[in-house]
């Protein structure tokens, strides 16, 4: 019987298209994710991976497009309030990240999902790290650094 059906997003990767370098950066942000619970983050459900490809099962953010499609949509001409809103929920992800000393470093539109209702989710955790104390971290190729201090 079919009665809850759940949706997820199935993210496939093969492996033999990554460097060494890049299937590191994909290990990393599932063990960054695995463990996160925000309303606006993407959950990672599950991941797995076997000799050829890595396997990464996502929650499903119904009628999402990214932030930087939703922009365009209204050719930039988006109210003061909902920007005030967009923004708000994002650094609201981020500031939950940072308590968990949790570095983003590719955060862009491109790595957000927004509904009509402007419920929004950040999706995009490859170039993030895990920092440690007193620990510097060299944002390349910008330069700007960042350290964590207990």
Sequence with gaps: MRDSLTHVVIKIIRKSKLDQIDLESVRNEVEIMK????????????????????????????????????????????????????????????????????LCRNIKTENFLITHNLDIKMNNFRLSRILGVNQVVNHEPYGAMVVLIN
Aim: charged share 30%; net charge negative.
């Design 35 to 102: 463990d996160i619970n925000h309303k606006n983050i993407v959950k990672i459900l599950n991941s797995f991976e076997n000799f050829e490809y890595i396997y990464i099962i996502s929650e499903y953010f119904e009628n999402s497009m990214s932030l930087v499609d939703y922009i365009k949509k209204f050719d930039y001409n988006i109210e003061d309030n909902k920007i005030n809103a967009i923004i708000k929920k994002i650094f609201e992800a981020i500031e939950f990240l940072h308590k968990r000393s949790i």
